[in-house]
């Protein structure tokens, strides 16, 4: 359980993003505030074109913002510039992606291993790390083999081991399961359910799928660039926070319940 | 509608495969320019340049061959990028036959636009060749610019033929394609990625075993008679068929499953990378690697071809040399007329004998030493040759040299630089050695080129210096008039001298006419025989002619293999800007992003060209000793320090153009943008 008391690991402060010329202004996020706590496992769910993306690749420092503060441990992000970037990312962020992002010459383990070369880690320490998360993610038997042998659904664990191998402050997935079929997102939800709750790793998800979301914490509610709605999933059960999910998108009319 | 489409195909193409085409445009200003030779009046007043236009037809008769491979290489590779774009437009409805006209259309205007571009590059480059050719001659060049419509003609004709057998056999392809094919073209041709495997790594081992076995056979020569060259060759071959079959595999096998290593120092995404690379494209890079080593092979040999004649007319010394056999000659009309008009200064002397054969056993000595069989002696150099000391000053003094104070009781001995250790021996070990009367003195051995390092200037290898009062008693040889002029006289002016002083012959030394006692000699009739280092140069045209030859097909076949890699570094850029972004979405940071860039450009480009530099390595130190053999019996230098300078010429000219790909590679290659 997480408590209020302990000051946010993330806190996202009156931020908005503007795109396009100055005649033609696109407000992509508009006053968006919100923390989350250390451990949390917390969802961002909204029409297409809502800004979850944005607001994603804002706090991941892959796009700016046009005001506002975003600050992770207390540390200010958004002024981050240059060369540190490159190590903040390396040292506080791990990234899932929708179509995972993996190097199709480097082999699953190899892939795994990537942040922690960069990082400059001892070989032994990475080849120790890389089998203990690949253990925990059920995928040693695939570590030898390259991408483009291995189902969907191995890659993105892949993908998600890699976000994880260096311990990152904050894990952050984008679409995740956008790419996988019904049972590849079933296995996977429940490998970033059960490593939140056991290793109490903090994540945030964008997603657009109602199943997805249900393995979330909470869930933030976008529309047009604002923060509509926000629900916690307390000790319901997962089935019933679905459903719960599924009657706030009725109320934004956005897209279809998956 | 079709024809704007092949104009905008056209106009992309040309941009995104812009080394393609500055390449294509670069070999049509060669072949012009060469062509050009072939009805340049200049060239064809040029002495010994009758063979010059049966080599350049050779060379370019090659070239069309390579060109064309790499023409069809290249529009194939093209046509695999663009499959899915020749599946949309046959989605849309446009049929076969007209996206085979379509696929034409684009190639004939691209074509068509690097010929033009070519010609006008050929027309400027054409202008260098002929100055260069001329220089070599010592011939004037003044600057004129014209257009040989034969060459162009010529020039079109190779390019058509190159061009027209590339796109045809393109075009039957897409006549024949079905929808589907397109469309998964590139997947289709995906090829695994390498694992290691224990065959792959057995076969690497034989292949190494076979390129050291190859080099080996060609430098050590154990069985003679040809065969070596003849299993070198063929085990270099087998080198480089197993190298580039079996590489990626072993390098997976060796460290893609050593953690100690490759995960250390970022070698990780390279190494990978490097492997995936090749292992899809191994045919291509053996091929690459037999161009470069045809391409370093032909440089090295003109490059050691250019030294040799240079070193050679160094050794001349003097400008001119008028030869007279048996008898003390009149030189007084060549000495009114050098000195009128070239400004010369010259002296006459004579070559005597004693009779003995004490140094000349020497030279043999020499000449055996240095790996060679002495040759057929000439009659006038069956005995030691001598000067006479007043002669000896008076030339040191005319070629520049340090004044020296000579015993006028004592013998001396200037020979080649190889000679001097041998000579001294002789002198310190053989006590009582005197030539004519006089003994030698103990610190009188000389070495400065003094024109003995071919027959018939002061002596063969060496001359004995003896005293004024010692030749009076020794046999006349022949006699010499040496001259130093103001500049260096060009063809012209030697034919000028022949022709104006009567009785004058060059001195050939390829014609030798035998006599009563068997020895032959060059000296024939009652005539005077010019030589010096001008007539030596003008005697080397079949040289120059092959050297212009090499360098031709040298830089053509080396742009050729250097264009092709590029383009398929320059091919990858998505791929590699995918790899960059998610590298920097993992914490990469710039400067690691840059040098891991620079380090798989490098790797890329050094792979293909290391194998192919340690073959044409084994051929050219081969080549180039029996070149030096038969042309050099005295070196001017030791025969690896020449080699060794023909190595570095070849190896600074190869990388200049070759860094000049990688340069443009390395420019050319677009960097994700950062974020």
């Not at chain 2, 600057?143 to 040989?148: E, K, P, R, V, W």
């Not at chain 2, 000028?496 to 020895?519: H, M, P, W, Y």
Request: with cysteine; proline share 3%; net charge negative.
């Amino acid at each position: 359980m997480i408590s209020a008391q302990t000051p946010p690991l993330l806190h996202v402060e009156h931020i908005e993003k503007y795109y396009g010329s100055p005649g033609a202004l696109t407000k992509a996020l508009d006053d968006v505030s919100f923390t989350v706590q250390a451990g949390e496992f917390i969802s961002i769910m909204g029409a297409s074109g809502s800004g979850k993306t944005t607001l994603l690749n804002c706090i991941s420092t892959i796009d700016t913002v046009s005001a506002g503060h975003i600050l992770l441990d207390g540390q200010e992000i958004t002024t981050i510039g240059g060369e540190e970037i490159a190590a903040f990312r390396r040292d506080c962020l791990g990234f899932v992606f929708q179509d995972f992002n993996l190097l199709d010459t480097l082999t699953l383990e190899e892939n795994i291993a990537l942040p922690l070369t960069i990082g400059g880690i001892l070989p032994e320490e990475i080849d120790r790390r890389v089998h203990e998360i690949a253990e925990k993610l059920d995928i040693s038997d695939t570590l030898q083999k390259f991408p483009t042998q291995v189902s969907g659904g191995q890659k993105q664990r892949c993908a998600f081991a890699r976000a994880v191998v260096c311990d990152p402050k904050l894990i952050m997935a984008d679409e995740p399961t956008g790419a996988l079929d019904s049972h590849a997102s079933r296995v996977l939800l429940e490998v970033m359910s059960t490593y939140n709750q056991e290793m109490g790793a903090t994540i945030l998800m964008v997603t657009h799928d109602a199943f997805c979301a249900s393995f979330a914490g909470r869930i933030l509610f976008l529309k047009d660039g604002r923060i509509f709605n926000e629900i916690y999933k307390g000790e319901k059960s997962r089935s019933t926070f679905y459903h719960e999910i599924l009657d706030v998108l009725s109320l934004l009319g956005g897209d279809a319940p998956c | 509608m079709l024809r704007k489409l092949s104009l905008r195909n056209a106009k992309r193409q040309f941009s995104e495969y812009a080394l393609f085409f500055v390449t294509l445009a670069c070999a049509v200003a060669f072949m012009y320019a060469f062509n050009a030779l072939l009805f340049s009046d200049i060239v064809k007043a040029l002495p010994e340049m009758e063979i010059l236009p049966y080599l350049i037809i050779t060379a370019s008769a090659l070239i069309i061959l390579i060109m064309g491979w790499m023409i069809g290489y290249m529009i194939h590779y093209m046509l695999k990028r663009r499959s899915r774009e020749f599946g949309i437009y046959l989605m849309s409805g446009i049929p076969n036959r007209k996206l085979a006209t379509l696929l034409f259309y684009e190639n004939c205007l691209i074509g068509l636009i690097a010929f033009g571009l070519g010609l006008v590059f050929g027309m400027l480059f054409s202008q260098i060749l002929e100055a260069v050719l001329l220089n070599l001659f010592g011939l004037p060049y003044t600057l004129h610019f014209g257009f040989s419509v034969s060459a162009a003609g010529l020039t079109f004709l190779y390019f058509t033929v190159m061009m027209l057998s590339s796109i045809s056999r393109d075009r039957k392809w897409i006549r024949r394609v079905q929808l589907r094919e397109l469309l998964y073209y590139d997947r289709r041709n995906e090829k695994a990625v390498v694992s290691g495997g224990k065959a792959a790594c057995l076969l690497f081992g034989l292949s190494v075993l076979a390129g050291c076995g190859g080099c080996l056979f060609l430098a050590l020569q154990p069985i003679g008679d040809g065969y070596d060259v003849l299993c070198g060759t063929v085990l270099l071959l087998l080198f480089l068929f197993g190298f580039f079959k079996s590489v990626p595999a072993y390098l997976c096998a060796r460290f893609g499953n050593s953690p100690a290593w490759k995960y250390k120092k970022h070698r990780l995404v390279p190494l990978r990378g490097f492997i995936a690379k090749i292992n899809s494209t191994s045919t291509v890079m053996g091929v690459l690697s037999i161009l470069f080593m045809l391409a370093f092979t032909f440089l090295g040999i003109g490059s050691m071809i250019g030294l040799m004649v240079t070193k050679n007319v160094e050794s001349g010394a003097f400008d001119v040399m008028i030869l007279h056999s048996g008898e003390m000659g009149d030189f007084s009309r060549f000495d009114s007329l050098l000195r009128q008009e070239y400004a010369a200064d010259g002296h006459h002397y004579g070559i005597y004998t004693n009779g003995e054969t004490d140094f000349r056993i020497v030279r043999e000595q020499t000449v055996i030493e240095a790996g060679r069989e002495p040759s057929l002696l000439f009659a006038e150099f069956e005995y030691d040759t001598c000067m006479a000391q007043s002669d000896y000053l008076t030339l040191r003094e005319l070629l520049g040299y340090e004044h020296l104070e000579l015993e006028p009781s004592l013998c001396y001995v200037h020979c080649v630089p190889t000679m001097a250790e041998g000579v001294r021996t002789l002198i310190e070990g053989q006590s009582g050695l005197e030539c004519g009367g006089y003994a030698f003195a103990d610190d009188g051995v000389f070495t400065e080129v003094f024109g003995q390092v071919n027959e018939y200037g002061n002596g063969y290898g060496y001359i004995l210096v003896v005293p004024d009062s010692a030749v009076k008693e020794m046999k006349l040889v022949y006699s010499v008039y040496a001259a130093v002029t103001e500049k260096p006289l060009n063809t012209a002016e030697l034919e000028q001298l022949t022709s104006l002083c009567e009785n004058t012959v060059s001195l050939d030394r390829g014609i030798a006419k035998s006599n009563f006692d068997g020895a032959p000699t060059l000296f024939y009739g009652d005539w005077d025989f010019l030589s010096g280092k001008w007539m030596d140069k003008a005697g080397y045209g079949y040289l120059y002619a092959m050297l212009i030859c090499l360098i031709y097909l040298a830089l053509v076949l080396e742009m050729t293999g250097a264009a092709i890699l590029a383009t398929q570094v320059l091919g990858d850029w998505q791929e590699k800007q995918r790899q960059e972004r998610i590298l920097r979405q993992l914490g990469m940071d710039a400067r690691m992003m840059s040098g891991l860039r620079h380090r798989q450009l490098a790797q890329l480009f050094l792979f293909p060209l290391i194998p192919a530099l340690i073959i044409s390595g084994s051929f050219l130190l081969i080549c180039d000793q029996k070149m030096l053999f038969g042309f050099f019996e005295f070196p001017p230098a030791a025969d690896i320090v020449l080699i060794g300078q023909s190595f570095a010429v070849t190896l600074l000219l190869f990388s200049l153009l070759y860094g000049v790909y990688y340069a443009a590679a390395r420019i050319s290659f677009p960097l994700s943008p950062s974020g």
